[in-house]
């Protein structure tokens, strides 16, 4: 005789974020990225508190100075603390990224779902409109606005924002392209929802993974073309530390051969930040497609 047995009560059906989150921390390198990030935010964030000196602070007697326990990352040539102008660079060049991508995905996400889901004339419109801007070359299109504005935090996030948007847009509207005529979505219509909720509240959290992913993978991107236009001298302006000026107050062959840890140092932390990105974007990736 076949006997069923009712499930345990401690046994519960896992969601699929809980299935989700289990297959990012399986993959051991986006998982301890993940903590590299935390870490190097919070020192961001922390840096006035923390720093062990002045960023701006001139010893002209302790010039390029190697690491030492008073100086932990050596001095550069102007004896400021290495340390100190390595944790202020992080303050602006996570927050360029931060703070790009944020505004990227609203703009990408807006201008995607209307695409997508009204499509006709909407559709044509707007993504002609993203097809122009994509036809741009993007890093002289960002030299020339960044030149002919002041180079500044504020204005290199602006200018990332208007040309950062546009992949993000075509990607979600694909996807809300393979959604909107699904059975949950005429049902959604049915009882009378409005497009907005449909759009937000039904559409987008089914099509939203792949545009996340794209985020977190472009954070390095925007950190990279920071530190490209700083290096350029078109970028943050000393003496405001980023990591790209760091690099680019280094490139002399006197302080290459004598103190290869100033240009070192900041070279490898955009290194470390950007390949944590990646391996983010990889485990994000494997998170949410669970084939």
Same mark, same amino acid.
């Given at each position: ?76 040539? #102007?004896?400021?603390?290495?340390? @100190? ?67 500044? #935090? ?17 990607? #979600? ?16 219509? @049915? ?62 062959? @006197?302080?290459? @051969? ?34």
């Amino acid at each position: 005789m076949n006997v069923a047995v009712s499930p345990n009560n401690n046994t519960v059906a896992r969601k699929p974020k809980n299935r989700a989150w289990e297959r990012f921390k399986a993959n051991r390198m986006a998982f301890i990225s993940m903590f590299i990030l935390i870490g190097l935010v919070l020192v961001a964030v922390l840096a006035p508190w923390i720093a062990p000196h002045d960023p701006a602070e001139q010893d002209l007697l302790n010039k390029l100075k190697p690491p030492s326990a008073d100086h932990w990352f050596g001095t550069d040539d #102007l004896g400021r603390d290495l340390l @100190t102008r390595v944790m202020y660079g992080a303050r602006v060049s996570l927050a360029v990224a931060i703070f790009s991508v944020i505004f990227n995905l609203l703009i990408g996400i807006t201008v995607g779902s209307l695409a997508g889901y009204y499509g006709g004339k909407t559709d044509s419109i707007l993504m002609r409109f993203v097809d122009i801007m994509l036809a741009f070359p993007q890093f002289f299109l960002l030299i020339t606005v960044v030149t002919l504005l002041r180079p500044n #935090l504020f204005n290199i996030i602006v200018v990332f924002v208007l040309f950062g948007w546009m992949g993000k847009s075509r990607l #979600l509207r694909g996807q809300i392209l393979s959604l909107k005529n699904r059975e949950f979505v005429d049902a959604a219509r @049915t009882i009378g929802m409005s497009d907005f909720r449909i759009i937000f509240r039904h559409i987008l959290p089914n099509a939203i993974a792949p545009v996340i992913i794209s985020a977190t993978l472009q954070m390095g991107s925007m950190i990279l073309t920071e530190s490209s236009l700083s290096f350029l001298g078109l970028g943050i302006q000393p003496p405001q530390a980023s990591w790209g000026n760091l690099l680019q107050s280094a490139q002399s062959l @006197t302080i290459m @051969t004598k103190a290869p840890w100033v240009p070192f140092i900041p070279g490898f932390m955009i290194f470390l930040t950007i390949m944590c990105f990646n391996f983010i974007g990889d485990g994000l990736r494997n998170a949410f497609d669970s084939k």
